[in-house]
């Protein structure tokens, strides 16, 4: 087997050699590594100077925040009762609270049935429309009946009564309605119920038979109710008849005497239908007093009939409500004494009516076939997102199960009015409609578990209701979160601290930059080296023109702030910035409405229906007029006759609406509204159009609403909540009531966008909104006019302030097409180019020493054949010489 390795065959040191000469070859690589790695160091100080600047544009944005500098701080005296924020038109103030109820959402159950997925009734197809509302006119409660005759003599035992739990306490002295009551009422704090007495009545027929008296000489006849004597007689020569009585009734003394006792009276003895009320709830008796002796004859007995004396006692039963709309329990060991069934009951009471609320979106449910069980009319109802949730419950009873609707807004308006009906004209199921139908002034199919109640707060003397427990409207730009009842005081006080907070972060952030741009830039003597940007421009650029900005004056304020300086922020030698807290302090106390021009881009318009809503890159400083010369309308339909004061809308009436139509057309503009069936007032009618067409979801997933109202000429008016050439409105009938029944022959009108100038020249409208020209120096300022007259209507003036314009100056340079990007980039080419030139000097390497090898192979092999060959030829040198001797 012959050598194969170069070298060792021959005892060439190839391998030694080829490694030095390739060394020698490879000796410019360090060259192009040194290149790179300064390239690289140099990219390394960019990123940090970027990284620096990002930094500090972060720290600007708080002051670039209009927010900021009208912020406000909160604090309660008892947060375990309220806690509040502060935001946009908030001013400061101290405020004492007290929270007597807290708003909650009606709560309505079914009764209980056996089985939560058995059909309900017949199984057809049905829909519940649900409206939205306020409940009047009544309390709810529950109403009991009169209290038994032996309660009149004998009382109420103690015991007898429970209510929510707590024991009233009765006697054998509570013999009336009205003493019952009182007692109950004792216990109002704990049980949360009070007790209203009814009336006590005498019997309508108690005087249909009212026939003269007659006396003898010895014997006398007295009427008397309540203790108060209506007629008399004695002895013999007169007689008393009804006229009378009625006589006597129609007199002053009498009836002062009946008025203090609380009694009234209607009818006639005449006629036979006279009733006397005992209207505080005390038992009322007519007593017929026979004295002396002899016969008496006539009266309520009858002409002729003997009487010897009568007495009718009518007694009176309390009607129980609840504080809160929650059902009553009532227990004890005889309630019926009482006149009250033991168990939980409740309901709307008293002539209670329910009030559509227009400003809530009514929905509609429809009950395909085999959603009619407990889980089908709750999975329909919340897949229907009506703003009701369904849900059962189980009471673990015979009939367990029970269907829990919950409204998903809380406040009194908020309560639920449901209606049944069939569909295709037919009636209702009557099974589905005894469930489900409910109306808090009529049948209520439902039991109220949660009653629907604002919240009641008094602040400072003044009674505030709101229908949340968060509370926005009462002090304005000030939200209350209220989690129970009590008393608090609250305090709104400027936020100064955030701004002061805001500036030194700004400051100590520019210091990082400025320290960060000196050490790669500048030359450090102490060391005797340079920075790795020595030298650089762009670097120095930026330092330069963030000196500048910020020693420039704010343009646009027309205030007292234009300057840094003016604040206590002044360069230092080392061409950092330091803040004098104490000039900070006082310049933000003393001029707090100012400081945030000082900072952020602020707009302001002098006109309090003008609002300044945005500026854009454009837009330069200063102040220009206001001149609108159309405002903004909306689309409308007004009926073009007065409505008649009582509309029915009948059964399935459904309205094919478009609103806010565009162009080209936009399906979803176009939906079928039903609306509820029955018989509205003008008012009622505004208020269920406006909330049926509100409902509709795809309406409202666009935005798109409206609204109505009663003019003051009695024409029904509605129209689209949105303003502009896009505001339109209309409608068409698809089946029951005729629009035209509310709004005759009238056309609708279609919205038109505000028009107008900003700076002197044309802006563009769009809706409410005005926008500044392009090219104009107000380009891309913004305004909402929201009302007011045509014509001049003041200036609005728009300032840069310092942290707007750094913010802006701290983009150009790190931001896209930036100083640094276009420098980073740059050195990212030129590295790019070392590397590749590197790798193709690398590959030439590999070539050179291929060649090497191959050389040397060549040579080692060529070496191998003479030393192969020199030892042949000495062998036989040798050979010979041996032959030879």
Do not use: C
């Not at 038994?148 to 024991?167: D, K, M, P, R």
């Not at 707090?592 to 809503?613: H, V």
């Amino acid at each position: 087997m012959g050598i194969s390795s170069s070298g060792i065959g021959s005892g060439l040191d190839v391998e030694g050699i080829i490694s030095k000469l390739m060394q020698a070859e490879a000796a410019p690589l360090a060259n192009f590594d040194k290149k790179a790695a300064a390239l690289q160091s140099r990219m390394a100080a960019f990123g940090k100077v970027s990284a620096a600047v990002g930094s500090f544009q972060g720290a600007l944005t708080s002051l670039n925040s209009p927010a900021t500098f009208s912020a406000l701080s909160t604090s309660s005296s008892n947060k375990d009762l309220l806690s509040a924020t502060a935001g946009a038109g908030a001013v400061a103030g101290k405020y004492s609270i007290n929270v007597s109820q807290l708003a909650s959402a009606q709560s309505l159950s079914t009764a209980g049935r056996a089985s939560m997925s058995a059909t309900i009734g017949s199984g057809a197809k049905t829909t519940l429309s649900f409206q939205f509302g306020s409940i009047g006119g009544g309390s709810f409660g529950v109403a009991g009946t009169a209290l038994g005759a032996s309660v009149a003599t004998g009382g109420i035992s103690n015991g007898s009564l429970t209510i929510n739990g707590t024991a009233i306490v009765t006697s054998s002295t509570t013999r009336s309605a009205a003493q019952l009551a009182e007692a109950i009422n004792a216990k109002s704090d704990t049980t949360g119920v009070t007790a209203k007495a009814g009336t006590a009545t005498s019997a309508a027929s108690l005087f249909a038979g009212f026939g003269a008296v007659t006396t003898d000489a010895g014997a006398s006849y007295a009427l008397n109710v309540g203790g108060v004597q209506i007629v008399s007689q004695a002895g013999t020569g007169a007689t008393l008849g009804a006229a009378d009585v009625d006589a006597a009734l129609a007199g002053g003394t009498v009836g002062a005497a009946l008025g203090a006792a609380n009694i009234s009276f209607t009818g006639s003895a005449v006629d036979g239908t006279l009733q006397f009320t005992a209207a505080d709830g005390a038992n009322l008796t007519v007593a017929e007093v026979i004295g002396g002796s002899g016969s008496v004859t006539g009266g309520t007995q009858g002409a002729g009939v003997a009487n010897t004396g009568t007495s009718a006692t009518t007694t009176a039963g309390v009607t129980l409500s609840s504080k809160n709309g929650s059902q009553i329990l009532v227990g004890g060991t005889n309630p019926a004494a009482a006149g009250l069934a033991a168990g939980s009951a409740g309901s709307y009471l008293g002539g209670a009516a329910f009030s559509q609320d227009g400003a809530q979106a009514s929905g509609t449910v429809t009950l395909d076939a085999g959603d009619q069980s407990l889980q089908g009319i709750r999975d329909a109802i919340n897949k229907a997102n009506i703003g009701v949730t369904a849900t059962i419950l189980s009471d673990g009873g015979d009939n367990p199960y029970h269907l829990v609707l919950t409204s998903n807004k809380t406040g009194e308006k908020s309560s639920m009015k449901i209606s049944v009906d069939g569909v295709d004209g037919q009636p209702a199921d009557p099974a589905i409609a005894a469930l489900l139908g409910h109306d808090p002034g009529g049948v209520q199919g439902l039991t109220q578990t949660s009653a629907a109640q604002d919240t009641l707060l008094n602040m400072n003397g003044i009674d505030i209701r709101s229908s949340s427990a968060s509370v926005t409207d009462a002090v304005q730009g000030v939200t209350l979160d209220l989690t129970g009842t009590g008393s608090t005081t609250l305090n709104v006080t400027r936020d100064t601290a955030a701004v002061s907070t805001a500036v030194n972060n700004f400051v100590k952030a520019y210091n990082e930059l400025n320290k960060t741009i000196s050490s790669l830039a500048g030359y450090n003597a102490e060391t005797k080296t340079a920075g790795v940007l020595q030298g650089d421009a762009s670097v120095r650029s930026i330092q330069n023109q963030l000196r500048r900005q910020l020693g420039a004056a704010v343009e646009g304020l027309g205030g007292k702030l234009t300057t840094l300086s003016q604040v206590g922020i002044t360069f230092q030698k080392d061409g950092g910035l330091a803040v004098d807290s104490g000039k900070l302090n006082k310049a933000v106390t003393e001029n707090f409405a100012e400081i945030g021009g000082l900072f952020a881009a602020m707009g302001k318009a002098t006109d309090g229906q003008i609002k300044f809503d945005k500026s854009g890159a454009a837009t330069k400083p200063g102040t220009y007029g206001v001149n609108i010369t159309s405002l903004a309308t909306q689309g409308t339909l007004t009926g073009a006759a007065a409505l008649s004061g009582s509309t029915t809308i009948a059964s399935n009436t459904a309205w094919r609406v478009t609103l806010n139509q565009t162009d080209p057309v936009t399906d979803t503009k176009i939906q079928e509204i039903k609306l509820t069936a029955g018989t509205y007032t003008n008012a009622q009618l505004a208020s269920m159009l406006r909330a049926a067409i509100n409902g509709n979801a795809a309406f409202a997933g666009a935005g798109d609403t409206v609204e109505t109202k009663v003019e003051d000429d009695g024409r029904l008016s509605l129209s689209s909540s949105k303003y502009g050439d896009t505001s339109n409105i209309e409608i068409a009938l698809v089946s029951g009531t005729d629009p035209a029944t509310l709004f005759g022959g009238a056309t609708p009108v279609k919205g038109a966008n505000v028009e107008g100038t900003i700076g002197g020249v044309a802006a563009t409208g769009n809706g409410q909104a005005l926008t500044a020209a392009a090219g104009s120096p107000a380009d891309g300022i913004q305004l909402s006019i929201t009302g007011g007259l045509v014509g001049e209507r003041g200036t609005v003036s728009f300032s840069k302030g310092f942290a707007f314009e750094l913010t802006n100056l701290a983009t150009a340079f790190t931001g896209k097409d930036s100083l640094l990007n276009s420098k980073t980039d740059g050195l990212n080419v030129t590295l790019k180019s070392i590397t590749s030139a590197r790798d193709r000097f690398e590959s030439r390497l590999e070539s050179t020493e291929k060649r090497y090898r191959a050389q040397f192979t060549a040579l080692d092999t060529a070496l191998m054949s003479m030393q192969s060959t020199s030892a042949y030829l000495t062998q036989q040198l040798a050979a010979l010489t041996a032959n030879a001797g």
